[in-house]
């Protein structure tokens, strides 16, 4: 457990990159990323009904091609609940393992003995509940879920919105403080029956006044300016969109991303990092 702390931990404050190739891969390392993680290139094709574009985690073949192109740590990403993805993900040699619903689901219930894989699992939220949730079944980082609206659209991979970004903070935060002041009775109320069992943990983040495990920024991030946003909001990290790749300028929107981390709090230094980035 200690190691897979020490993981996440070196994670945390960091930039993460979605890539579909060795080549994109090599791009996010040359222009300051600290980890990766692989998507299956095919999910971009999962609304067409197709033979063959099927949401799944990515090929392994993919995953340890992409490793012998970057010395960067590898995160896999698994379909919502399929166990077997995440232990080939491990077999594969990867650092942490994303169960991520936005690819698919292969079960209505999450991977729950995550506690028992060699790697930390990171998993995605939208609210307070979900939170409480992925934590009790032994996530070590959370990042915000993927959402949609009718009048903001979706924040996939295919069509990048940090909507959803911002609203699973607030989501989490607002209930948080709302819980602070609740009864018993409020709080079991909000958890409902088949949750009482995450009362105990409800109030330690309570007590705490803030989450015990990292969250990182997801949805849609692939602008300098809302990597600065999501840092300012209170994010301990982003995962930038794979549509930074498909860009004018990838080289330079990279960089602009990885440098706007750096000077998020610098709003004249900010002017200059999000110009001309393709």
Do not use: W
């Not at 990159?17 to 299956?40: D, T």
């Not at 960067?72 to 942490?96: N, S, T, W």
């Not at 790697?119 to 307070?128: A, E, G």
């Not at 939170?131 to 069509?159: F, Q």
């Amino acid at each position: 457990l200690e190691i897979k702390k020490t993981i996440i931990k070196l994670l945390k404050g960091r930039i993460i990159v979605v890539v579909a190739s060795p080549e994109q891969a090599q791009i996010a390392e040359r222009y300051g990323a600290n980890a990766l993680i692989v998507l299956e290139h095919r999910t971009y094709d999962i609304k067409k009904a197709v033979f063959g574009n099927i949401a799944r985690g990515a090929d392994p073949g993919v995953i340890r091609n992409i490793m012998n192109f970057v010395n960067l740590p590898i995160i896999g990403r698994v379909r919502f609940g399929h166990q077997m993805e995440a232990k080939v993900a491990q077999a594969c040699g990867v650092v942490a393992i994303e169960e991520n619903a936005s690819i698919g689901r292969s079960s209505d219930r999450c991977i729950k003995n995550k506690s028992s894989f060699l790697v930390p699992f990171i998993s995605s939220v939208n609210n307070l509940l979900d939170v409480l949730t992925s934590i009790h079944h032994g996530a070590l980082m959370l990042t915000t879920a993927c959402i949609s609206s009718s009048t903001t659209g979706y924040s996939n991979e295919d069509t990048p919105n940090i909507y959803s970004a911002t609203t699973a903070y607030s989501n989490i935060y607002n209930k948080l403080l709302e819980m602070k002041t609740s009864t018993k009775g409020e709080k079991l109320k909000y958890l409902k029956p088949e949750n009482k069992h995450l009362l105990p943990l409800l109030n330690n983040l309570i007590s705490l006044e803030h989450l015990p495990v990292p969250l990182f920024a997801q949805g849609g991030i692939m602008m300098p300016t809302d990597v600065a946003m999501m840092l300012e909001l209170g994010f301990d990290g982003v995962i930038l969109s794979n549509q930074i790749f498909y860009s004018s300028k990838p080289e330079m929107r990279m960089r602009s991303l990885v440098l706007a981390m750096m000077h998020y709090k610098d709003p004249d230094k900010m002017a200059y990092i999000a110009e001309d980035v393709g």
